[in-house]
């Protein structure tokens, strides 16, 4: 599969308790002093780049530059669809240039909110649908989460996802702490406690952490992201800058954007993402996006920028972005059960299509996959999963990575001009678990 843009580069952590953002540099963004052949005097559109917003560091060094990626630049095994040579830390495929950066936040001393009005205003008078209600029912069942390990400190956010202790937050919020390092969570009314990581999924950039011995926590409410609507309006919670108890509002600006999660365990993939316009910044990551009723639909957990000078920490332009909770439902089952995650394979390797055709153009089939099982072959174009249209080699990756294995979907091909469907059962992937 063809990289839609320059691999991501992570801007280093800052000495403030900040989200740190790998950026992305913007693809068609001019190099300064390079000369401008007239003939290519179109009009310049301003180029932006997604970036994971990463757990907010205080004194980590600067991160490493991942390995050059290859020259073709090609996607194999989609479903298993390892992305090779994107820094870790950074999400950001498909949207031309500029910078995506993963939000977490390092900060001191958490701030609470009062359970028992929100701005001054009794809950009791806020009417159901506004954000406002939404605001304390969710706020009590959002986290702040502060990591320290060999490599820095820091801190991002959590959901509460069970009464017994369970959180749901970004992979690249807890990593930090994983090989003897320590996690705490603070909560709401400011009272806080150690944690300990259950489970770990670099790929999807989830993680699920557990507190004990805590009374009286409210879990979240789920709801269902296949179910959110373009133009809806969504309330982002979390712990920006260390700002604990944060509440943002926007709408969903689209579905199904493919973003590249990163991780420090150089562990990429692509990945279905919401995006929204609702204020994300460092330190939002991990935290929840809701609806309207105060369901949880995504979880924060990266944003674009149009860039930022070596060291310069990013805020929100207006472009953050969201795992989907359906996704990340299964895959944080997965690891409360097991402490790791399967992921689906296809068993293709592909690249955009350049025809007048749009999407992914098979280049190899792997021998007893369910791609051959199906009967796909090369230079077949797939064109949509389900009923997500594919138009990159990306948006394939993406959509076979957010199913969950065992999902049986329909794939449509194009071959010699004629369109095809075939029904495909996705295997799980053992090789990644």
């Given at each position: 599969m063809?990289f839609s843009q320059?691999p991501?580069?992570r801007?280093?952590h800052?000495?403030s308790?900040?989200?740190t953002?790998?950026?992305v540099?913007?693809?068609?963004?001019?190099?300064?002093g390079?000369?401008t052949?007239?003939a290519d005097a179109a009009?310049?559109?301003?180029?932006?780049?997604?970036?994971?917003?990463?757990p907010?560091?205080?004194?980590?060094p600067?991160?490493?530059?991942?390995?050059?990626a290859k020259?073709d630049?090609r996607?194999?095994?989609i479903?298993v669809?390892l992305v090779?040579?994107?820094?870790?830390?950074a999400?950001?495929a498909g949207?031309?240039?500029g910078?995506v950066i993963?939000?977490?936040?390092?900060t001191?001393?958490?701030?609470?909110?009062?359970?028992?009005e929100v701005?001054?205003?009794?809950?009791?008078t806020?009417?159901?649908?506004?954000?406002?209600r939404?605001a304390?029912?969710v706020?009590p069942?959002?986290?702040s989460?502060?990591?320290?390990?060999?490599?820095?400190a820091g801190?991002?956010?959590?959901?509460?996802i069970?009464?017994?202790?369970l959180?749901l937050?970004?992979?690249?919020v807890?990593?930090?702490?994983a090989d003897?390092g320590s996690?705490?969570?603070?909560?709401q009314?400011?009272?806080?406690?150690?944690?300990?990581?259950?489970g770990r999924?670099?790929?999807a950039?989830?993680?699920?952490i557990?507190v004990?011995?805590?009374d009286?926590?409210?879990?979240?409410?789920l709801?269902?992201s296949a179910?959110?609507?373009?133009?809806e309006?969504?309330?982002?919670?979390?712990?920006?800058l260390?700002l604990s108890?944060?509440?943002?509002t926007g709408?969903?600006?689209?579905k199904?954007?493919p973003?590249?999660p990163?991780?420090?365990?150089?562990?990429?993939?692509v990945?279905?993402a919401i995006?929204t316009d609702?204020?994300?910044n460092?330190?939002?990551?991990?935290?929840a996006l809701v609806?309207?009723?105060?369901e949880?639909?995504?979880v924060?957990s990266a944003?674009?920028?149009?860039?930022?000078?070596?060291?310069?920490q990013?805020g929100?332009?207006g472009l953050g972005f969201a795992?989907?909770i359906d996704q990340?439902?299964?895959?944080s089952?997965?690891?409360i059960?097991?402490?790791?995650?399967?992921h689906?394979?296809?068993?293709v390797?592909v690249?955009?299509?350049?025809g007048e055709?749009?999407?992914?153009?098979?280049?190899t089939?792997e021998?007893?996959s369910?791609?051959?099982?199906?009967?796909?072959?090369v230079?077949?174009?797939i064109?949509g999963f389900?009923?997500?249209?594919?138009d990159s080699?990306?948006s394939?990756v993406?959509?076979v990575r957010s199913a969950?294995p065992?999902t049986?979907?329909t794939?449509?091909?194009?071959r010699?001009?004629?369109?095809k469907?075939?029904?495909?059962t996705l295997v799980?992937d053992t090789?990644t678990?």
């Amino acid at each position: 599969m063809v990289f839609s843009q320059a691999p991501l580069r992570r801007v280093p952590h800052h000495g403030s308790m900040t989200d740190t953002h790998p950026t992305v540099p913007l693809p068609n963004e001019p190099e300064s002093g390079a000369p401008t052949d007239p003939a290519d005097a179109a009009p310049y559109t301003a180029p932006t780049t997604t970036v994971p917003l990463p757990p907010q560091n205080l004194w980590a060094p600067p991160a490493p530059q991942g390995p050059p990626a290859k020259a073709d630049g090609r996607r194999s095994g989609i479903g298993v669809v390892l992305v090779t040579s994107l820094l870790a830390g950074a999400l950001g495929a498909g949207l031309g240039a500029g910078a995506v950066i993963a939000t977490d936040d390092n900060t001191t001393t958490p701030t609470t909110t009062t359970a028992g009005e929100v701005g001054g205003v009794s809950t009791t008078t806020l009417p159901n649908g506004s954000v406002a209600r939404v605001a304390d029912t969710v706020l009590p069942s959002v986290v702040s989460i502060q990591f320290s390990g060999a490599q820095g400190a820091g801190s991002g956010s959590g959901i509460i996802i069970d009464q017994s202790g369970l959180i749901l937050t970004n992979n690249h919020v807890v990593e930090g702490a994983a090989d003897g390092g320590s996690l705490s969570v603070a909560f709401q009314d400011g009272t806080s406690t150690s944690a300990e990581i259950v489970g770990r999924d670099p790929s999807a950039d989830i993680a699920v952490i557990r507190v004990d011995g805590v009374d009286n926590l409210q879990a979240v409410k789920l709801g269902s992201s296949a179910d959110l609507q373009v133009g809806e309006t969504v309330v982002a919670i979390g712990s920006p800058l260390g700002l604990s108890g944060t509440v943002t509002t926007g709408i969903v600006s689209a579905k199904n954007r493919p973003v590249l999660p990163g991780s420090t365990a150089g562990d990429e993939s692509v990945l279905n993402a919401i995006q929204t316009d609702a204020a994300i910044n460092p330190g939002n990551s991990g935290g929840a996006l809701v609806n309207l009723k105060g369901e949880l639909v995504g979880v924060n957990s990266a944003i674009a920028t149009l860039g930022a000078s070596s060291g310069a920490q990013s805020g929100s332009i207006g472009l953050g972005f969201a795992i989907p909770i359906d996704q990340a439902k299964w895959i944080s089952d997965q690891l409360i059960e097991n402490g790791s995650a399967q992921h689906a394979r296809l068993g293709v390797s592909v690249e955009s299509a350049t025809g007048e055709v749009r999407g992914a153009t098979v280049k190899t089939v792997e021998s007893g996959s369910t791609a051959d099982d199906i009967g796909l072959e090369v230079d077949d174009v797939i064109t949509g999963f389900d009923t997500q249209a594919i138009d990159s080699a990306d948006s394939l990756v993406a959509a076979v990575r957010s199913a969950e294995p065992g999902t049986t979907v329909t794939i449509s091909v194009v071959r010699g001009g004629d369109t095809k469907t075939m029904d495909a059962t996705l295997v799980a992937d053992t090789t990644t678990s």
